[in-house]
């Protein structure tokens, strides 16, 4: 069974492939994510580090994370 975690960060994935999440947008706060989604900041973090790790989000300290502009 995947992780709760990548099972998010898949769906995540797939609307930024699909354009529901575009270039520059702008992801809520860690802590609203969670929030929103019922489930703990440390999955929520996960989350966001997996994004991170794939290329898809980039975080940028004291302004949020934002979907990554697709390569060229």
Same mark, same amino acid.
């Not at 992801?27 to 440390?42: E, N, V």
């Not at 997996?50 to 975080?59: K, N, Q, S, T």
């Given at each position: 069974?995947?992780?709760d *975690? !990548? ?12 354009? !529901? ?6 992801? %809520?706060p ?9 489930i ?7 989350v *966001?580090?997996e994004?991170?790790?794939r ?10 994370t934002?979907?990554?502009?697709? %390569?060229v």
């Amino acid at each position: 069974m995947v992780d709760d *975690y !990548r099972r998010i960060a898949d769906r995540l994935a797939d609307d930024i492939a699909a354009g !529901r999440l575009g270039p520059g947008e702008r992801l %809520p706060p860690q802590r609203a994510f969670a929030r929103r989604r019922g489930i703990a900041g440390s999955t929520a973090g996960r989350v *966001y580090a997996e994004l991170v790790r794939r290329g898809l989000v980039v975080g940028e300290v004291g302004r949020g994370t934002f979907v990554r502009a697709a %390569p060229v």
